[in-house]
Nanobody, 123 residues
Framework: QVQLVESGGGLVRPGGSLRLSCAAS????????IGWFRQAPGKEREGVSC????????HYADSVKGRFTISRDNAKNTVYLQMNSLKPEDAAVYYC????????????????WGQGTQVTISS
């Protein structure tokens, strides 16, 4: 079965760093773009970042640009989100999701989703 499993979430201080992982199974990651989304309590889900199947094209929300970096390791069937200089507003459940070969611009273009990993910013 197609699965995406997020990991790496946890509790971090403002200004700290965290690396999230999205491990894929049931399909070959090489052929798909993977996006990261997040949802905070009482807020709508928002796109954070995306990387296309080749790894040559990346996208970032303005709110995280310069602080977050998305990457992929196809040999490990895994996509990463390195989060630096974390802010309280970054606290959310983070999800990874599969698009087609290129990054979709809308949530509905991502057909498979992971269960999410919680990121908590202290204070």
């Amino acid at each position: 079965q197609v699965q995406l499993v997020e990991s790496g979430g946890g509790l971090v201080r403002p200004g700290g760093s965290l690396r999230l992982s999205c491990a894929a199974s049931g399909f070959t990651l090489d052929y798909f773009a993977i996006g990261w989304f997040r949802q905070a309590p009482g807020k709508e889900r928002e796109g954070v970042s995306c990387i296309d199947s080749s790894g040559s094209s990346t996208h970032y929300a303005d709110s995280v640009k310069g602080r977050f970096t998305i990457s992929r390791d196809n040999a490990k069937n895994t996509v990463y989100l390195q989060m630096n200089s974390l802010k309280p507003e970054d606290a959310a459940v983070y999800y990874c999701a599969r698009s087609d070969e290129v990054c979709g611009n809308y949530d509905y273009e991502y057909e498979y989703w992971g269960q999410g990993t919680q990121v908590t910013i202290s204070s």
